[in-house]
């Protein structure tokens, strides 16, 4: 949390401005509370493999940007058909690591059978951070276009955004 306050400031006769003006003095103090963030931002090639009828589908994905791999599964999908439940698991090389639990939204491309848009939110569960993001906790998105056309080769592109904090 950052605070600021202002001070106003009577200046000497023979300085450029008139003498008879004051001068308001900003300052920025950073509280010792502050907030430990890191921005998070990037891209995701995910592919998808299906496990059978009635089971999660698994997700494999290799990231570029502030996080470098991602694992995760598609849990359940809500009765809109259009609403995901999943869950990740995302890696960095710095050895630190978070868990969410996401919804994702299919939206269908028009004229693209099996292509849909998809947005997700992720939430990182808490007590769920380790290595060098223990304790960082938070939200963020990501949208990006899936091809779920063929079971045995599903895979998309996603760019994902955010900030988490501790």
């Given at each position: 949390?950052?605070?600021a306050f202002a001070?106003?400031?009577?200046?000497?006769?023979?300085?450029?401005?008139?003498?008879?003006?004051?001068?308001?003095?900003l300052?920025r103090?950073?509280?010792?509370?502050?907030?430990?963030?890191?921005?998070?931002?990037?891209?995701?090639?995910?592919?998808?493999?299906?496990e059978?009828?009635?089971?999660?589908?698994?997700?494999?994905?290799?990231?570029?940007?502030?996080?470098?791999?991602?694992?995760?599964?598609?849990?359940?999908?809500?009765?809109?058909?259009?609403?995901?439940?999943?869950?990740?698991?995302?890696?960095?090389?710095?050895?630190?690591?978070?868990?969410?639990?996401?919804?994702?939204?299919?939206?269908?491309?028009?004229?693209?059978?099996?292509?849909?848009?998809?947005e997700?939110?992720?939430?990182?569960?808490?007590?769920?951070?380790?290595?060098?993001l223990?304790?960082?906790?938070?939200?963020?998105?990501?949208?990006?276009?899936?091809?779920?056309?063929?079971?045995?080769?599903?895979k998309?592109?996603?760019?994902?955004?955010?900030?988490?904090?501790?």
């Amino acid at each position: 949390m950052i605070y600021a306050f202002a001070q106003a400031v009577k200046l000497a006769p023979n300085s450029d401005i008139s003498h008879n003006s004051t001068v308001l003095k900003l300052y920025r103090i950073q509280s010792a509370y502050a907030e430990d963030c890191i921005d998070l931002g990037g891209v995701a090639i995910p592919n998808f493999y299906a496990e059978g009828e009635g089971k999660p589908i698994i997700i494999s994905a290799t990231l570029i940007g502030s996080v470098q791999n991602a694992a995760g599964k598609i849990t359940a999908q809500r009765t809109t058909k259009t609403g995901m439940e999943m869950e990740h698991y995302f890696g960095r090389a710095d050895g630190g690591s978070v868990t969410t639990k996401d919804l994702g939204i299919l939206t269908a491309v028009p004229g693209k059978p099996g292509r849909f848009m998809i947005e997700i939110t992720y939430d990182i569960q808490e007590g769920q951070s380790r290595g060098t993001l223990k304790g960082y906790g938070g939200q963020f998105n990501s949208y990006g276009l899936v091809d779920l056309r063929s079971a045995d080769d599903m895979k998309g592109l996603i760019r994902y955004e955010g900030k988490i904090c501790k």
